[in-house]
């Protein structure tokens, strides 16, 4: 398996990320400290996700950036992204993992303890918990966990974990006090005139005490 860094993680949704094309709101944001990129593209079809994912692994080749796929198995194989994200409602772990192979990065969407407990660590890579707080960018969103929630879940989890869900830069370091790994964002990033100046926020906020 690829070795990942979970500490600076964009989702890219097609909707918040309308003042730059996707690909430079990548590029951006891995400029300015963005570890992993998740294309997240909800209205796409296969063959358009294959086509971004490509667009994405060459634009942040040599960054050390992960990029990761959303949902779609067939999208990730074929693009040949590093990683690929599942939900509980999309296939099960252990068949997108028997699709995917040893090789690619997997993360599952976790919203429970109980489901963190469940999370078998050679089969899935990392779990991505949230949401930590209420969202727009996710409006079938299930209960918000708070941060008291959040670290009840990261003591759970088998795996390294990334916080997700109206995170803004004021919250990081509640994040990583947490247990968290890393945090997650859509709109802190995605819905900013300057992405890279949105990362190196985000990311000096990893540098305080
Ligand atoms: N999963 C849980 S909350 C969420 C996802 C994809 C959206 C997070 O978006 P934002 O804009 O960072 O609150
Ligand atoms: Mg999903």
């Given at each position: 398996m690829k070795s990942f860094d979970l500490s600076l993680y964009?989702?890219?949704?097609?909707?918040?990320?309308?003042?730059?094309?996707?690909?430079?709101?990548?590029?951006?944001?891995?400029?300015?400290?963005a570890t992993m990129v998740q294309?997240?593209?909800?209205?796409?079809?296969?063959?358009?996700?294959?086509?971004?994912?490509?667009?994405?692994?060459?634009?942040?080749?040599?960054?050390g950036a992960t990029v990761v796929?959303?949902?779609?198995?067939?999208?990730?194989?074929?693009?040949?992204v590093d990683a690929l994200h599942?939900?509980?409602?999309?296939?099960?772990?252990?068949?997108?993992?028997?699709?995917?192979?040893?090789d690619v990065i997997l993360g599952?969407?976790?919203?429970?303890?109980?489901?963190?407990?469940?999370?078998?660590?050679?089969?899935?890579d990392y779990?991505?918990?949230?949401?930590?707080?209420?969202?727009?960018?996710?409006?079938?969103?299930?209960?918000?966990?708070?941060?008291?929630?959040?670290?009840?879940?990261?003591?759970?989890?088998?795996v390294p974990t990334v916080?997700?869900?109206?995170?803004?830069?004021?919250?990081?370091?509640?994040?990583?006090?947490?247990?968290?790994d890393g945090?997650?964002?859509?709109?802190?990033?995605?819905?900013?005139?300057?992405?890279?100046?949105?990362?190196?926020?985000?990311?000096?906020?990893?540098?305080?005490?």
């Open positions: 964009l989702v890219l949704d097609p909707d918040l990320c309308t003042q730059h094309s996707m690909i430079e709101t990548a590029r951006e944001a891995v400029a300015g400290g294309l997240r593209h909800k209205h796409a079809s296969t063959r358009e996700r294959i086509a971004l994912g490509v667009a994405l692994m060459e634009a942040l080749r040599g960054t796929m959303n949902d779609d198995v067939a999208a990730a194989i074929e693009a040949g599942i939900g509980q409602g999309d296939t099960s772990p252990a068949l997108a993992r028997a699709r995917i192979g040893p599952l969407s976790i919203n429970t303890e109980g489901a963190a407990h469940l999370v078998d660590p050679a089969i899935v779990i991505g918990i949230g949401p930590v707080f209420a969202t727009p960018t996710k409006p079938d969103h299930e209960k918000p966990l708070g941060f008291a929630g959040l670290s009840q879940i990261v003591a759970a989890s088998p916080a997700i869900g109206g995170l803004k830069k004021e919250h990081v370091r509640r994040a990583f006090s947490a247990g968290a945090v997650a964002v859509v709109s802190a990033i995605c819905g900013t005139a300057d992405p890279r100046q949105a990362a190196r926020e985000l990311r000096e906020q990893m540098r305080k005490p």
